[in-house]
């Protein structure tokens, strides 16, 4: 080619005057990693605009983050279980207004289905179970008090009674744990119910015994 | 959808929403269309959670729904709707500038709960208004309501679509979605309303009640027994008509810019004649005559006919043609010097490169740097026009040049890039200064009752000084970075605004 100016020599295929370059000067690296991150720049950015109307909206803005914040819209993540249970977690709870979409707007399959209860009464009655739970607990305690002090009266007695009875009434169908101190209970009941005589009358052997001996098995040796 | 785009949304509906919306979301905005089903089996979240989420996100505008063949119903999102949440500042400012104190809060309202009936809306608003009041002033809803059919005349807030009423004798099973009827002519008709009533102030009692837990609140039983008159007629804000009124002002600022103030009132004059006759994306308004720009001038402006006439001829023939956005890059990246030749080579629209030193007057190893910079970056093209048919490299042309479409969109990307890098920025600062802005929060609690129960000033201080000196200035520091990234936010929205304005009209012309 009549351009060729020899072989072997470097030879730019284009002027190379027009894209500014003189022969013979250095050109510029090569550059072979990307580009920093974070390139320095020689020049500031535009400062920002300032005026009324630039504040006014910035205070709107950081006021409607917060309210849609508490907005119904916004949903909550439960959060995991935290390690202590703060007291004061349960006053600063945000009250949310309910927000109930308008049904006739969406598909029919966006409203919630609501899993049928397999029975309301059991439902009740694991309430008030769980409640008696509670209150057997305590009567079970009440009940050790009362075969300890052996000697009340038997209207305290039968008020035991009719207070028990009640309870039993109530506490058809319930869990396991609870029919088992009900059945304790019932026990205790029977006995107490059929009985007129006082417990402690056959119960004590030793001072029985005792006081047997003292009285008449003298002789024994 | 870029992956830019996608991540700012993501950030948005998870600020204004919570994270399962935006799970939800930004799945929808990724795959497109799907049904519940496989969004809930996708996404690994219960089908409830689901639910509640598309309510929300439909409820906001923000999805859409279609029903398919065979009942299946699918859901879309509409990114460009979220990244919209940006400009609510500016919307309700604007309601402001022009409605005053009453339009701001209804617009406020209609974008916080994405869409109202008028009543419930007058209704809020109006309570709200008293709220402010002098003690015993109560704002009456006759004028809440006025502002509101205001807003509705010049087309700022807009019917939803409508229900379309059932009809009795429709045999079968009922359609598994509503199909939505938008109704042209009534889009902007208030219904009669006779809405009387003044706002209630909230009593402070139940102020105190907001701070117990919620089993002692009492429920609201006395509003929702009464019928609403206009149940089903939903509103919401007509988003497009902001856009116009802010491409407006932008066209008469600029004027003002190139011109003086008289033309860019022509120019706003013009532009308000034609806001309702021309439609919001037409490449021209309605040609008008100038008598009857002369007859709507506004009244301060008494210049004659004929100046009129020139400044209109001045217009007429400027070459920015205002109605365009010109690439101003402002100095920014590059510097003043590359913006000088960057306005050059827009103007002049081809330029080898000595003309480009010539005509800038920058030094020639100055301007070869700012020229390649700008070329890696992609602002500045380069155009090849071969002298010859072999195309060899010695005898071509080769020419600077602006591609505008391209080099806005570049610049509209890295708007997108940079807005969420602010919004991450500035949930950093907030997370790491947490426990700070808490404690502060605790204290200015504290402060606030015990000035309500009436302390003295020696125990004020004293609380006070809970938050040493150091903490405060660390307080004041965060403060004054969280406003600068805030108000960075809005002002770089404004450009996505300019360039997605300018990107929409360049493409439909034909």
Redo the contacts between chains.
């Keep these: 080619m009549a351009?060729n100016k020899g072989r072997g020599r470097a030879a730019y295929?284009?002027?190379i005057e027009?894209?500014?370059f003189t022969r013979g000067e250095k050109l510029p690296d090569v550059v072979l990693k990307p580009p920093p991150l974070f390139p320095d720049?020689?020049?500031k950015?535009?400062p920002?605009?300032t005026g009324e109307?630039?504040d006014?909206?910035?205070a709107?803005?950081?006021e409607?983050?917060e309210?849609?914040k508490r907005?119904p819209?916004?949903?909550?993540?439960p959060e995991e279980k935290q390690d202590i249970e703060r007291y004061s977690k349960?006053?600063m709870?945000v009250?949310k207004?309910e927000w109930v979409?308008?049904w006739?707007?969406?598909?029919?399959?966006?409203?919630?289905r609501k899993k049928c209860k397999k029975d309301p009464k059991s439902k009740k009655a694991k309430d008030t179970g769980k409640v008696t739970s509670l209150t057997n607990t305590a009567d079970v305690l009440k009940k050790i008090e009362e075969l300890e002090k052996r000697g009340d009266s038997e209207k305290s007695d039968e008020e035991n009674e009719e207070k028990e009875g009640s309870k039993e009434k109530s506490k058809e169908g319930d869990d396991d744990d609870d029919d088992a101190a009900e059945q304790e209970e019932y026990d205790e009941e029977e006995q107490e119910e059929e009985n007129d005589y006082i417990n402690s009358y056959f119960e004590d052997g030793d001072d029985f015994g005792a006081e047997s001996d003292d009285n008449m098995d003298e002789a024994t040796y | 959808m870029t992956q830019a785009e996608i991540n700012l949304c993501s950030l948005l509906l998870q600020?204004?929403?919570?994270?399962?919306?935006e799970k939800i979301g930004v799945h929808l905005i990724r795959t497109g269309s799907q049904p519940?089903r496989v969004i809930a089996h996708d996404t690994g979240t219960s089908l409830?959670?689901v639910?509640?989420?598309?309510?929300?996100l439909?409820?906001?505008n923000l999805v859409i729904?279609q029903?398919h063949k065979r009942g299946v119903?699918e859901y879309e999102a509409q990114c460009s709707r979220v990244l919209r949440m940006l400009r609510?500042?500016?919307y309700?400012?604007t309601a402001?500038?022009l409605y005053s104190d009453t339009g701001e809060l209804i617009v406020?309202e209609l974008l916080?709960?994405?869409k109202m009936t008028m009543s419930a809306v007058v209704k809020k608003v109006a309570d709200r208004l008293t709220e402010t009041m002098e003690d015993g002033k109560t704002m009456d809803y006759a004028e809440v309501s006025n502002t509101f059919v205001r807003l509705a005349d010049t087309h700022f807030v807009q019917r939803c679509p409508l229900?379309p009423a059932t009809e009795n004798s429709d045999p079968g099973p009922?359609p598994?979605?509503?199909t939505?009827v938008v109704n042209e002519k009534d889009m902007y008709l208030v219904p009669k309303l006779s809405l009387i009533g003044k706002g209630k102030r909230r009593r402070s009692s139940d102020e105190e009640a907001?701070?117990?837990?919620?089993a002692k609140?009492p429920k609201?039983t006395l509003d929702n027994k009464e019928p609403i008159p206009d149940d089903?007629i939903?509103w919401q804000t007509n988003l497009d008509r902001f856009h116009q009124h802010f491409r407006d002002q932008a066209i008469v600022s600029a004027v003002a810019n190139r011109m003086d103030q008289t033309s860019s009132e022509i120019v706003r004059t013009m532009l308000r004649m034609s806001e309702i006759t021309t439609l919001s994306n037409a490449p021209f308004t309605q040609p008008l005559s100038s008598n009857e720009i002369f007859r709507s001038l506004p009244v301060g402006y008494n210049i004659s006919k004929q100046v009129l006439d020139q400044y209109l001829t001045l217009l007429a023939d400027d070459p920015l043609e205002f109605v365009g956005k010109s690439g101003d890059s402002?100095?920014?990246?590059?510097?003043?010097r590359c913006a000088r030749i960057f306005r050059l080579v827009l103007q002049k629209k081809h330029l080898e490169?000595k003309q480009v030193e010539d005509f800038a007057m920058i030094p020639?190893?100055e301007a070869?740097d700012m020229l390649y910079k700008m070329l890696s970056e992609n602002f500045i093209s380069l155009q090849e026009i071969p002298k010859t048919p072999d195309h060899?490299?010695?005898r071509?042309f080769?020419l600077y040049t602006v591609n505008i479409l391209s080099a806005a969109r570049m610049l509209l990307h890295r708007c997108y890039k940079s807005i969420a890098n602010l919004i991450e920025r500035r949930q950093f600062e907030t997370k790491e200064n947490k426990r700070l802005l808490e404690k502060s929060q605790r204290v200015e609690a504290i402060i606030a009752s015990m000035q309500a129960t009436g302390a003295e000033e020696p125990q004020l201080q004293e609380i006070e000084e809970m938050i040493t000196a150091p903490e405060r200035q660390q307080l004041e520091t965060l403060k004054r970075n969280v406003?600068?990234l805030?108000?960075?936010?809005?002002?770089v929205d404004e450009t996505i605004f300019l360039l997605e304005s300018y990107i929409e009209s360049t493409m439909k012309r034909p």
């Design positions: 351009g295929t284009f002027n027009a894209v500014g720049t020689d020049y950015p535009v920002l605009k109307g630039e006014y909206m910035l709107l803005k950081q409607l983050r309210t849609m907005m819209f916004f949903m909550e993540t349960r006053y709870k009250y207004e979409p308008d006739r707007r969406l598909p029919r399959e966006m409203m919630p | 600020e204004h929403f919570g994270e399962i919306v519940l409830d959670q639910k509640k989420a598309l309510c929300v439909i409820q906001h729904y029903v119903v609510y500042p500016r309700i400012y402001k500038t406020e916080l709960n994405g229900v009922p598994p979605a509503p939505l907001a701070g117990e837990p919620k609140r609201h089903g939903y402002g100095g920014g990246i590059f510097g003043s490169q020639a190893k070869k060899a490299p010695s071509t080769y406003n600068k805030d108000a960075s936010e809005i002002q």
